[in-house]
């Protein structure tokens, strides 16, 4: 369904009413396109102090970007302070960098964060609209008490930030040992495949990594399964995946093969009707993905049974768990342990906001997508270590679908206004984050749990 809120915000007479009523201006989403597959303009490096020891390496890493570095300037004058002043014309650089990247890793004490406040204050405002802002961190230390509060700071610093902006802007943290498998993190966030992803914190350990050789398609070779993919946030998944380069396997439920062979037909894929529920369903996988094996698992399924707790009766609560979170964990342990899943490979499960914040009559539901975040945390360091695969959540929020679209007007209207950038995700939103995590340059991301809400107001 069409936001027409956010198209009316888009005419003179919707900026000027909006404007003079204090309400909710979004603007419209810089989404990843054939025609447009990159964000242009020019990327603002800072660093804050002189002592990170990344800063070469960064540099050139984000020389390869589609972006235009430009390096810092000792001389970049104050912004305005009035909260409504327009954009600073004489940000170093550029008037409106398209991005800005500071590197932050050598933050080792609280006073060094007026360091951060002097490298980002004179060029916030200037930042484009449907820009970015990613700070880099360095992970926060067990022993070190002082390097601890100082880099934990920087997440509450962000995530303000982060609702803060406007205009499309998002911000993030990355948490990083090493630039190099930083280096795909730092691809999609200054990118339009991120637009919905804001206020989140990023960890990228130390990984065995290669950079793929075409980026445009980093999944070219690989097999990936999908889970629920016959319709809304899984066809868009398997999509995706297929526009990067991997086979897609799609999967959903007997009852909607003909929607299911339609996607695969389309995405020259292969169609597996069945019932993720089944004892058997691990194995049957298996025995469909022999002998190449599978490199990326997506688990997507899902279905909601909404009711109050007093007014719920069993019937109600068991498909959901069995659907949403008892199959998830039987299935991965089943293509684990057969050897069905490929080292180097990736698992990314669909959690949602309503397992991190709660949702009133989601009892069941949440209860699933809070057990998916409780089964990523757990099995990620096993699972890499053993396996050699990493596993990583999407969280969504409110996502534009046939069942959002369903909900009541004002309830609707909610959902889309109550984040950061003022307005509901789309499928592909999700489909874009699940494919950067399931990129084999992806490795040093694991046991993270992505937050696909556009920030939103309820569990950020």
């Known amino acids: 369904m069409a936001d027409r809120y956010l198209n009316f915000t888009g005419t003179a007479p919707g900026r000027f009413l909006t404007r003079r009523l204090g309400l909710p201006q979004p603007s419209p989403l810089r989404r990843w396109s054939p025609e447009h597959p990159f964000l242009e303009g020019e990327l603002l490096h800072l660093t804050a102090g002189e002592d990170s020891p990344h800063k070469a390496e960064l540099s050139s890493t984000l020389a390869r970007t589609p972006l235009t570095p430009t ?3 000792p001389d970049a004058p104050d912004s305005p302070d009035a909260p409504d002043a327009p954009d600073a014309p004489d940000s170093p650089g550029s008037s409106h960098p398209t991005a800005v990247v500071l590197d932050a890793t050598g933050i ?8 951060v406040h002097a490298a980002l204050h004179p060029v916030v405002r200037s930042v484009a609209e449907n820009g970015r802002v990613v700070v880099l961190g360095a992970p926060v230390s067990p022993s070190d008490h002082h390097q601890a509060a100082a880099q934990q700071a920087l997440e509450g610093f962000v995530r303000s930030l982060g609702k803060e902006l406007g205009r499309g802007r998002t911000a993030s943290l990355v948490r990083m040992r090493s630039v190099a498998a930083a280096e795909s993190t730092l691809r999609f966030l200054l990118s339009p495949r991120s637009a919905y992803v804001s206020g989140q914190v ?4 130390e990984a065995d990594h290669a950079a793929p050789c075409d980026w445009d398609r980093p999944l070219s070779g690989r097999t990936a399964l999908v889970t629920g993919a016959a319709r809304g946030i ?10 990067d380069g991997a086979h897609v396997v799609v999967l959903d439920v007997p009852s909607a093969q003909a929607d299911l062979v339609r996607v695969a037909d389309r995405l020259g894929g292969t169609a597996l009707p069945l019932d993720i529920t089944a004892d058997d369903a691990g194995e049957r996988m298996a025995s469909v993905l022999a002998p190449g094996g599978l490199d990326i698992l997506v688990h997507n399924a899902g279905i909601t049974r909404d009711r109050k707790l007093a007014n719920m009766p069993a019937d109600r609560w068991n498909p959901v768990l069995d659907v949403n979170l008892t199959s998830v964990l039987r299935t991965t342990d089943a293509l684990l342990k057969s050897g069905t899943l ?6 990314v499960a669909t959690a949602s906001i309503a397992g991190i914040a709660g949702n009133a009559g989601q009892t069941n539901y949440a209860a699933g ?5 409780g089964l990523v945390r757990s099995l990620a360091p096993g699972a890499l270590a053993e396996y050699g695969v990493t596993v990583n959540a999407v969280a969504p929020g409110f996502i534009e679908t046939k069942m959002t679209a369903a909900v009541p007007l004002f309830i609707r209207e909610a959902g889309r206004r109550m984040n950061s950038l003022a307005q509901g995700g789309l499928p592909v939103d999700v489909a874009e984050t699940t494919a950067w995590l399931s990129s084999p340059a992806s490795t040093g991301v694991n046991g993270q749990v992505i937050r696909v809400c556009g920030q939103s107001l309820l569990g950020s």
């Open 71 to 73: 390096p810092n300037s």
């Open 108 to 115: 080792q004490d609280t006073p060094d964060l007026a360091l």
């Open 202 to 205: 990023i960890e990228v350990g």
């Open 234 to 243: 899984g066809e868009a998944v398997a999509e995706v995946l297929a526009r």
């Open 342 to 347: 490929n080292r180097g490979g990736s698992v």
């Open 369 to 373: 997508k809070a057990g998916i975040i």
